[in-house]
Antibody
């Protein structure tokens, strides 16, 4: 069973870059899933940010595409997310996920607060 | 990408059945069989309970069932139990390259 664990700063200043990493265990990141990020603002719904394949192909929510960068490190079995120029409205719990036609497994989530 | 439409809340008494609807407005729910449903217990990450419209992952109770008609997908919880109190989200594959569109979420209360 795929297990996912997010890590990164819990506090980011406005206009700076949010950077998160997701460690994958129980499954090889080269095994065939897409690896992605979903966020949930406090008291709000879910928003898909983007996904990456082990080959490096990336797919992003059109509303975020210009500010999102994703990468995969097969040697460490982990993948990463960068969102630049963040605002307070992007304070949210960020989940890393594995997916195909649907989102299959979720990390426990990490709260990232955007504040000065 | 516009969010899929779900009722904000649905409630029922223990033992009853409830149904949550999920309506798309673009080429999502009506165009693909890849509708999934997630249960989010308070303070927890969402968990997959239905995929491809009506399939249950191993370990998910058969009290949860899914269906689809046209642009609307539905999740039915039968034999409602107190442990079913949670937020439920639908999700549709968005088409083209990899993309996902979520519903706004439905809070289920057991009276």
């Amino acid at each position: 069973q795929v297990q996912l664990q997010e890590s990164g700063p819990g506090l980011v200043k406005p206009s700076e870059t949010l950077s998160l990493t997701c460690a994958v265990s129980g499954y090889s990141i080269s095994g065939g899933f897409y690896w992605g990020w979903i966020r949930q603002s406090p008291g709000k719904g879910l928003e898909w940010i983007g996904s990456i394949y082990h080959s490096g192909s990336t797919y992003c929510n059109p509303s975020l595409r210009s500010r999102v960068t994703m990468s995969v490190d097969t040697s460490k079995n982990q993948f990463s997310l960068n969102v630049n120029s963040v605002t307070a409205a992007e304070t949210a719990v960020y989940y890393c996920v594995s997916s195909g036609w649907h989102v299959d497994s979720w990390g426990q989530g990490i709260l990232v607060t955007v504040s000065s | 990408q516009s969010a899929l439409t779900q009722p904000a809340s649905v409630s029922g008494s223990p033992g009853q059945s409830i149904t949550i609807s999920c309506t798309g407005i673009n080429s999502d729910v009506g165009s693909y069989k890849f509708v999934s449903w997630y249960q989010q217990l308070p303070g927890k990450a969402p968990q997959l309970i239905i995929y491809e419209g009506n399939k249950r992952p191993s370990g998910v109770s058969n009290r949860f069932s899914g269906s689809k008609s046209g642009d609307t997908a539905s999740l039915t919880i039968s034999g409602l139990q107190a442990e079913d109190e949670a937020d439920y989200y639908c999700c549709s594959y968005g088409g083209g390259t990899i993309s996902y569109v979520f519903g706004i979420g439905t809070k289920v209360s057991v009276l």
